[in-house]
């Protein structure tokens, strides 16, 4: 099972970035997927769920609607719109899916992770 994360790079405060998380080697359609970000010497945090039907979708408090997850099920894929980016977002963000959850709330074990992809901001 792979799952490989897209769409990170370098860009200025206020501006928006897509990130992309295709998985290969299974089909995670009865699956959650996710969203977490780590920085340098921090622990990794988590960012957004979603179900398997995208009806329960869960943020953590500093997204503030600045995030949106999506998912497609036919491309087994997970997305991530970041609007206002700040340079406190900079951060490795990791895609991540299977595993358990709660709903409403930021507990998330996933069963698998993507390599990352680096997100800069700058000011």
């Known amino acids: 099972v792979q799952l490989q994360a897209s769409g990170g790079g370098l860009v200025q405060a206020g501006g928006s970035l897509r990130l992309s998380c295709a998985a290969s080697?299974?089909?995670?359609?009865?699956?959650?997927m996710g969203w977490f970000r780590q920085v340098p010497g921090k622990e990794r945090e988590f960012v957004a769920r979603?179900?398997?039907?995208?009806?329960?979708?869960y943020y953590a408090d500093f997204v503030k609607g600045r995030f949106a997850i999506s998912r497609d099920n036919a491309k087994n894929t997970v997305s991530l719109q970041i609007h206002s980016l700040k340079p406190e977002d900079t951060a490795i963000y990791y895609c991540?899916?299977?595993?358990?959850?709660?709903?409403?709330?930021?507990?998330?074990?996933?069963?698998?992770w993507g390599q990352g992809t680096l997100v800069t901001v700058s000011s």
């Open positions: 979603i179900s398997w039907s995208s009806h329960d979708i």
């Open positions: 080697g299974r089909t995670f359609s009865r699956d959650a």
């Open positions: 991540a899916a299977g595993g358990r959850y709660r709903s409403r709330s930021t507990y998330y074990t996933p069963d698998y």
